[in-house]
């Protein structure tokens, strides 16, 4: 008998599920309309001699609904195949698909809602969601979700799957795989991105391209596997995340994101642009010159000192595309918070769900100091020369 594993899809929106309308613009398609092309795609590798749509349709529909995924995959995974694993799958949507650009951390609760909610009954999980926020909600994902024992893979599309030159049906496939026949390694045990072949962790990438089939990449660590013609799972070059105990967060509402803002450095910037964005800030995501640098003159150093006193929290990050900011500059002086090398996605939503936690102010300061779940090459949260709890601590520094 075949041992069963299920993985939950959630349509989110995006290109992947687009059509034109009468208009002539990209508008994302309602559910029905996306589960019924995938299952017809299904079938042209399912047919059985003899058989009609209608015979294949109702061999791998269950009456309750669940997908049989493409038996052809289990031949990817020596152990999936000589076990007979067959991947099952259920596809379920947002209320409103929409495009990427207008998804808000409101989004992100609910996508993590949904993930929860159905934790208990499914092996994996696959979010379908548009490329151009994609980073933005893999890493806020990774910071909401937390610790997690089994794989969360977003995936999308640069052309919509009714496209006969489409990526999105690839990146489907992929996608599965991995969450479906491969849930069982535990190095997928986290969020992670899916795109063109490439399997990546989900806070570590940065969307680079956007005219290509292949429009992310991770700068600063290496993709976690390779699906190719041979599939690689590259274990013994991950940098293996620490993680802490359960950091529960408040759930995100419109009404209550706190008011985060980007600071990117530029030659010549001036006091009141700096003024302006720091002033009614909650959070600071400093863009900043090579390993941290900003121009050295004293009104700066006056803003950053001021807005530390009054609470706003300041992580600072390179604008370079690979790179790591040191805690040897001016800034680190007036408490801003050096980023390591996480990239701006992975900060932004880092910021926001850390302000919108509830913690103290003193924790906050010391989970943005820290890599929580591989965010970064800071000292993990939980390392020894480093204790929870906001008293009492003592921290890690750089040699």
């Known amino acids: 008998m075949a041992v069963e594993r299920k993985v939950y899809v959630l349509y989110t929106g995006g290109t992947f599920g687009m059509k034109k309308d009468d208009d002539g613009k990209l508008a994302p398609q309602k559910l029905d309309v996306i589960k019924d092309f995938i299952i017809r795609h299904t079938i042209l590798y399912e ?37 007979k694993y067959k991947v099952l799958y259920r596809m379920d949507s947002l209320p409103t698909p929409i495009d990427s650009s207008n998804v808000t951390p409101k989004d992100w609760s609910d996508m993590a809602e949904k993930i929860k909610e159905h934790m208990g009954v499914y092996d994996g999980f696959v979010i379908i969601h548009g490329t151009d926020t994609m980073a933005f909600t893999s890493s806020a994902l990774s910071f909401i979700l937390g610790k997690i024992n089994k794989p969360v893979i977003v995936t999308g599309a640069q052309m ?14 992929g996608s599965m795989l991995m969450a479906g026949y491969f849930c069982d390694r535990e190095m997928l045990h986290q969020v992670m991105l899916y795109d063109v072949n490439k399997l990546y962790q989900g806070n570590r990438v940065v969307k680079f391209d956007c005219d290509s089939f292949s429009v992310f990449d991770s700068p600063n660590v290496f993709p976690i596997a390779s699906l190719e013609t041979t599939i690689k799972l590259y274990e013994h070059k991950m940098v293996e995340p620490i993680f802490p105990p359960s950091l529960k967060s408040k759930a995100f509402t419109r009404a209550e994101t706190p008011e985060v ?7 010549g910037i001036t006091e009141n642009y700096v003024r302006g964005i720091l002033v009614g800030a909650d959070g600071v995501i400093l863009e900043t010159y090579g390993s941290g640098n900003v121009p050295d003159v004293a009104w700066l150093k006056e803003c950053l000192t001021e807005a530390d006193k009054r609470g706003v929290l300041m992580l600072n990050c390179t604008q370079v595309y690979r790179g790591t900011v040191l805690p040897i500059y001016a800034t680190f002086e007036a408490h801003v918070i050096p980023g390591y090398d996480i990239t701006p996605e992975a900060a932004m939503t880092k910021m926001i ?13 010391k989970i943005l100091k820290h890599s929580l779940y591989g965010e970064s090459c800071a000292p ?10 906001p008293k009492g601590e003592r921290e890690q520094t750089p040699e």
Not at 163 to 172: I, K, M, S, V, W
Not at 261 to 266: D, K, Y
Not at 353 to 365: A, D, I, M, Q, Y
């Open 353 to 365: 769900w850390v302000l919108n936690s509830g913690f103290n102010p003193e924790t906050k300061r």
């Open 380 to 389: 993990p949260y939980c390392s020894p020369n480093v204790e929870p709890g």
């Open 47 to 83: 047919r059985k001699p003899g058989e009609s749509d209608k015979d294949v349709w109702n061999r791998i529909v269950t009456p309750d609904g669940l997908i049989t995924l493409y038996h052809q995959l289990a031949e990817d995974d020596p152990k999936a195949k000589s076990q």
């Open 261 to 267: 803002r980007i600071l990117r450095f530029f030659p």
């Open 160 to 173: 919509p799957i009714f496209h006969p030159r489409t990526d999105g049906l690839d990146n489907f496939v």
